[in-house]
């Protein structure tokens, strides 16, 4: 079982859906055109200026040609992320006001485009109380499910620096129960920021491990999108810097294991990474990330 999304339907595809986020400059017709440029399947963009708070609004003409778009090319699945400004948790009025009133705009736009899902970093509790900072989290979120209607909102897992909820399951799961637990929540898995947060995840019997309590605490029916992201920093480091796939801690035996886990089937799994010239995923990076899918697929069967 998959959570219900407002798109196509990738879980039906098959095999795992590797993409890359893209920029949706001119247009988010423009965004499916250079994922198809990069051999994607899956895209994800921000559905606004990601430095500022003012929401992006797509006209009907955008939308119908996005919808063309992706009809005629092989990107099964697109994923919006919500800008980084964004924090569900801050005690600041202000600051959730803004946040909430562009989460609402993030997942309309995901229910006008047919994304699968909205991807978001929940937010931080920076030197406050963690508890305190959930339920405040829960509210707003609670909120936007609540003015919006049929999109996803996947949670990303965070790697825990700078006091960002999300860096245990414990702490996801308690985010749902905070926002009520609609069948809509649904979280977004990181390899970055796992490894960051101390889960080991390089060998297929530590990643398994680490699904196994990811289905104890959160249920892995709401298991619903990935990024692939090698490290800059160690294990436990608690601080998220991406590397290139293959290039970090995880290294292309991590990202192997990471892209050959079989309860990842058929999801959308989106590269974030720098890029070798420092403007995002390359067409030669997602063909090295279906190699490496392959070569984890086959030490798998040995």
């Not at 051999?39 to 119908?64: H, L, M």
Request: net charge negative.
């Amino acid at each position: 079982m998959r959570i219900v999304v407002c798109g196509r339907a990738p879980q039906a595809a098959q095999g795992m859906l590797i993409g890359a986020h893209v920029s949706p400059a001119g247009g988010p017709a423009n965004a499916v055109a250079r994922g198809v440029e990069r051999g994607a399947r899956a895209i994800q963009i921000f559905n606004q200026n990601p430095r500022a708070w003012k929401p992006r609004d797509y006209s009907a003409d955008e939308v119908a040609a996005f919808r063309a778009a992706i009809a005629g090319s092989d990107v099964d699945a697109l994923l919006i992320h919500a800008v980084y400004l964004l924090n569900c948790a801050s005690n600041d009025a202000t600051i959730r006001a803004n946040t909430l009133r562009s989460l609402i705009a993030s997942l309309r736009a995901g229910a006008a485009l047919g994304a699968h899902a909205v991807v978001l970093h929940p937010g931080s509790a920076k030197t406050g109380d963690v508890g305190e900072a959930i339920a405040r989290a829960g509210t707003v979120i609670a909120e936007a499910l609540a003015e919006t209607d049929g999109c996803a909102l996947h949670l990303e897992n965070t790697a825990g620096s700078g006091g960002t909820l999300g860096r245990s399951f414990d702490e996801l799961a308690a985010l749902i129960e905070a926002a009520g637990g609609d069948a809509r929540l649904g979280v977004c898995l990181d390899s970055c920021h796992l490894l960051a947060s101390g889960h080991e995840i390089r060998s297929a019997e530590a990643l398994a491990a680490v699904l196994d309590e990811c289905g104890a605490r959160v249920g892995l029916e709401r298991l619903g999108s990935l990024h692939l992201n090698d490290s800059q920093t160690p294990l436990g480091s608690n601080v998220d810097r991406h590397a290139n796939v293959g290039d970090g801690e995880l290294g292309e035996d991590g990202c192997a294991v990471f892209l050959s886990e079989p309860r990842f089937e058929g999801l959308p799994l989106v590269l974030e990474t720098p890029g070798p010239r420092h403007s995002g995923p390359t067409s030669e990076e997602l063909a090295l990330t279906r190699t490496l899918r392959e070569r984890g697929i086959a030490a798998r069967r040995r």
